[in-house]
Structure formats: C-alpha cells, structure tokens
C-alpha cells in the first residue's frame, strides 16, 4: 500500500519472522506532558526490546502510515501542538492532509493488520461510555477488532467507560476476551473488574493465534493482563476519583472527544498523579507480556 510506510528495522524482523510488537502513539501525543512523553515512549520501546521482540510505534506523518518511528519522528509527535487524534475513520483526512497524527487503539490495530504485526501492546481499550443509554456513545476501537487480525494486549479496558457493557457488546461482536493467566477481568487501575473471564496461559494463547492463523480468521483477539499487584490502585479510592471527575464532566458540559482528556487530567489531579504512575506501570507490563509472547509465537 502507497500509504504504509514500514521503518527498515520493523521490515527486516518482519521478513526474517522475527517477533514485533506495535505500539499506539496517542499515549505519546495526548497521554503525558514534553518531555515525559518521550521517556515514557523510549522506556516502553526499550521493555520490548529486553524481552527479545522490535517494538513498532505507529503515527502517521508526512501522508504516511509510519509504522516504527525513529528516536527524531517520536520528537516530532511529543513536542506538536496540534497532533490529530487520529481513528481508524479519520484516516483519509489526515493522510490527504499529511496532518501529524497520533494513532488510536483502532488505526493502531488497522496499521499492525497491514503491516501483518500479530502483537499490540497498549494500555486500555477504548468502549462503551458510561450513559451509553443517553449519548451511545462506544469507541470505534471495538468495531475495529472487528476486523484487524491482532492480538491486543491491554488492561482491559478504561475504568472511565463502562467495563461490564464494554466487555458485552465484544462479546456481541465476535471479538474473543480472554484473561492472562486470570479468571478475572481486570480493571485498568484495579486486578478485578467483578467480571468473570476465560482464563488462558501463553501456551495455550500461542497455539490459539496458530489455529487461527490457519482458519484464515481476521478479528483480534483482546488479551486482559491485570496490572502488577504492587502498582494497582485501591478500587473505593480511583472509583470514587473517577466518579467525581465524571460529575465534574457533566457539570461543566465536557463530552465527546474532549470527555477523555479531561477526564483523565482530572483524575491525575485527583488522584495525586498516583493514576499516571499505575497507568506508566500497566503500559510497561503489558508491552512485556507482549513481547514474550511474540517471541513464544515465533518459535513455535
């Protein structure tokens, strides 16, 4: 495709069958301050590294889907004032416009599928807001799985959203949840959503994305790592961080993509920055389990 651009370090591994593991940008563009965003972005990147795999940071620059981004392009997308948001249907407005563009869970997943990386490594899942019943509002992130051959690794899904409809409408969809080595789903912030999930270990996972490699079946499957027990937040304290971030929202009429920025900047406030030291901490576990898997994957 004229449009996908693919780093020569992430063009090689992929040649030669080596294990990859793509990467979202927005947590570079929207997630954190300059120059935190950088050492953040390098401390992830170097996490996939020391487990055996290439990390693939994705954004779009210059009219290109970039997939693998130099230590000069992650510069480029922390330090822009104006980085677009980009999902998976903003797509064709930033590539014609050759706008600056940081990738969402859905065009991340889109991009990996393209380049044929079977790993994403992300911090949480984009789904269905709270009020859905009022606004419907649901992240394209959960239709795109839809149809993006990946397996994507998060903390399940953000504790801003509603996690039990969330995790319905995936399994309405057709997008297979299961649990890393836990029968519970995770809350982002917290090990237990009060969800039960499909509990699976790596070999087990490894052989599943195998036999699906062979049935031909292209949709993600969406792989729940709770956060380390030494980083995971007391569940009344964020729940109630959040609930007051989410009244604070509506009282000031913040809603669509704007919700998302302030909701999260609130909570950090809120919360004392302890929501962006749990959320650094879920990001680097999650890119290791990514990554050893990959690398199981690939030798068997």
């Not at 997308?77 to 969402?104: C, E, N, Q």
């Not at 991009?111 to 949480?124: M, N, Q, S, V, W």
């Not at 499909?198 to 993600?220: G, S, W």
């Amino acid at each position: 495709m004229e449009f996908l651009k693919v780093s020569p370090e992430v063009q090689r591994a992929l040649d030669e069958g080596q294990p990859v593991v793509a990467l979202e940008s927005t947590i570079i563009s929207h997630g954190f301050p300059y120059p935190e965003n950088v050492k953040m972005a390098k401390e992830v990147e170097g996490v996939i590294r020391e487990n055996g795999a290439v990390p693939a940071t994705i954004a779009i620059l210059d009219g290109k889907i970039c997939v693998g981004l130099s230590e000069d392009e992650i510069n480029v997308l922390a330090t822009s004032p104006d980085a677009f948001k980009a999902s998976y249907r903003d797509l064709p407005r930033v590539l014609a416009g050759k706008m600056i563009g940081a990738t969402t869970v859905a065009t991340t997943a889109y991009a990996a599928h393209l380049a044929g990386i079977r790993f994403f490594a992300t911090g949480g899942l984009g789904g269905v807001h709270r009020g859905v019943n009022e606004t419907f509002d649901i992240s394209a992130d959960l239709p795109t799985l839809t149809k993006t051959k990946v397996c994507v690794v998060s903390a399940g899904v953000k504790s801003i959203l509603d996690v039990p409809k969330t995790v319905e409408y995936l399994e309405t969809l057709g997008v297979p949840v299961y649990g890393y080595e836990t029968d519970r789903y995770p809350a982002f912030y917290t090990r237990d959503a009060g969800i039960p999930v499909e509990k699976i270990a790596k070999d087990e996972l490894v052989q599943l994305l195998k036999t699906q490699d062979q049935l031909d079946l292209d949709y993600a499957v969406s792989l729940a790592v709770p956060i380390p027990e030494e980083d995971a937040l007391d569940p009344d304290f964020i729940e109630k961080t959040i609930a007051d971030a989410i009244r604070e929202a509506e009282q000031k009429g913040i809603s669509g993509k704007a919700a998302t920025p302030f909701l999260l900047a609130t909570i950090k406030e809120k919360s004392g920055g302890k929501s962006v030291d749990a959320n650094i901490a879920l990001v680097k576990n999650n890119a290791k389990v990514a990554a050893q898997l990959a690398v199981s994957y690939h030798q068997s």
